[in-house]
């Protein structure tokens, strides 16, 4: 099975029956390929260097060709989940979407007894919290048990280039699930994120604040509030204006009303095996 768009595509490898997993969880497995940017300064090697080129058509001024590089050259990011849960299946596997208005009401009636039985486990993040996993990516970190948090390279980034810079901050206190707990007591925590992993990210990589996408996701897929920064320039997977919340905005409607994301509906899209689609359409909310 596979689903994905442009350079992305995730392929669904289904185990033989009788394998067992560290786990118990599942045997099925998650494979995202991704052909990843290419780096200016590699392009002059792969068109020069042990390059195989052969022509495909030739017209006037105008050939194409296909183009085998070296190895070296040739890079596929490769991501694997393993092992993979139904939800992780759903997560990666190309689907109809639908879009949800979800009211203060839906998400207390709906969505959060939903994610309280459903979500993905958050342990890779307390890993990282505690040290016991990427600790040597660790870009930055403010250690205040409530307004501090841990910025590392998101997973989708090999760090190679910074055409596709993907880094998140995700915060020490475990109690905040998403936009939605968030109030104007969270401010601090905010405003440390916003400008500690600007600096951050501007000393470490030579990116300044103002070409970074700073956004929550709602729906996220983790709920650990955690915030994603990207290179302005990339068309990050989720940054589509119906899951993507700038963290500055959210900040700014938090200063004008501190139950601002207690009152308001939000726009999020399912896929249509989701469960929690189902769920809304139960209610006769679709
Ligand atoms: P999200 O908004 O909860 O969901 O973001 P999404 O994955 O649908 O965007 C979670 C973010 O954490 C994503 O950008 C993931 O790529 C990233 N991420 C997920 N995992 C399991 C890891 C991990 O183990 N390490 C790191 N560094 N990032 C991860």
Redesign the pocket.
């Given at each position: 099975m596979l689903g994905g768009t442009g350079g992305r595509r995730s392929f669904l490898q289904r185990h033989s029956p009788g394998v067992t997993s560290p786990s118990g969880e599942g045997t099925d497995a998650v494979v995202i390929l991704e052909k990843t940017p290419f780096q200016e300064e590699k392009v002059l090697d792969l068109l020069k260097k042990h390059t195989k080129l052969e022509l495909q058509m030739h017209n006037d001024i105008y050939s194409t060709y296909h183009l085998y590089p070296p190895p070296e050259l040739s890079e596929i990011k490769t991501t694997v989940?393993y092992p993979a849960t139904e939800k992780h299946l759903q997560?990666y596997l190309r689907q109809e979407v639908h879009l949800i208005r979800e009211t203060w009401e839906d998400y207390k009636n709906i969505t959060l007894p939903f994610i309280q039985s459903q979500s993905f486990s958050i342990q890779?993040v307390y890993n990282?919290l505690e040290k016991k996993?990427?600790a040597d990516?660790i870009i930055h970190e403010n250690p205040d048990p409530c307004n501090g948090f841990v910025l590392?390279?998101?997973?989708?980034w090999n760090q190679t280039q910074l055409d596709d810079l993907?880094l998140?901050a995700l915060i020490h206190c475990r109690e905040i699930k998403s936009l939605r707990d968030l109030t104007a007591e969270h401010l601090p925590l905010l405003r440390n994120i916003l400008q500690e992993g600007k600096e951050a990210i501007t000393k470490c990589f030579g990116v300044p604040g103002s070409q970074l996408r700073i956004y929550?996701?709602y729906q996220?897929?983790?709920y650990h509030l955690?915030v994603?920064f990207t290179a302005l320039g990339y068309d990050a997977?989720?940054s589509s204006v119906e899951r993507a919340h700038l963290l500055a905005d959210v900040i700014d409607n938090l200063v004008l009303d501190s139950a601002y994301y207690q009152k308001r509906a939000l726009t999020f899209a399912l896929r249509a095996d989701e469960l929690l689609l189902k769920k809304f359409q139960e209610a006769g909310r679709v």
């Amino acid at each position: 099975m596979l689903g994905g768009t442009g350079g992305r595509r995730s392929f669904l490898q289904r185990h033989s029956p009788g394998v067992t997993s560290p786990s118990g969880e599942g045997t099925d497995a998650v494979v995202i390929l991704e052909k990843t940017p290419f780096q200016e300064e590699k392009v002059l090697d792969l068109l020069k260097k042990h390059t195989k080129l052969e022509l495909q058509m030739h017209n006037d001024i105008y050939s194409t060709y296909h183009l085998y590089p070296p190895p070296e050259l040739s890079e596929i990011k490769t991501t694997v989940v393993y092992p993979a849960t139904e939800k992780h299946l759903q997560k990666y596997l190309r689907q109809e979407v639908h879009l949800i208005r979800e009211t203060w009401e839906d998400y207390k009636n709906i969505t959060l007894p939903f994610i309280q039985s459903q979500s993905f486990s958050i342990q890779w993040v307390y890993n990282i919290l505690e040290k016991k996993a990427e600790a040597d990516r660790i870009i930055h970190e403010n250690p205040d048990p409530c307004n501090g948090f841990v910025l590392v390279p998101d997973f989708k980034w090999n760090q190679t280039q910074l055409d596709d810079l993907y880094l998140i901050a995700l915060i020490h206190c475990r109690e905040i699930k998403s936009l939605r707990d968030l109030t104007a007591e969270h401010l601090p925590l905010l405003r440390n994120i916003l400008q500690e992993g600007k600096e951050a990210i501007t000393k470490c990589f030579g990116v300044p604040g103002s070409q970074l996408r700073i956004y929550l996701h709602y729906q996220p897929s983790y709920y650990h509030l955690h915030v994603h920064f990207t290179a302005l320039g990339y068309d990050a997977p989720g940054s589509s204006v119906e899951r993507a919340h700038l963290l500055a905005d959210v900040i700014d409607n938090l200063v004008l009303d501190s139950a601002y994301y207690q009152k308001r509906a939000l726009t999020f899209a399912l896929r249509a095996d989701e469960l929690l689609l189902k769920k809304f359409q139960e209610a006769g909310r679709v």
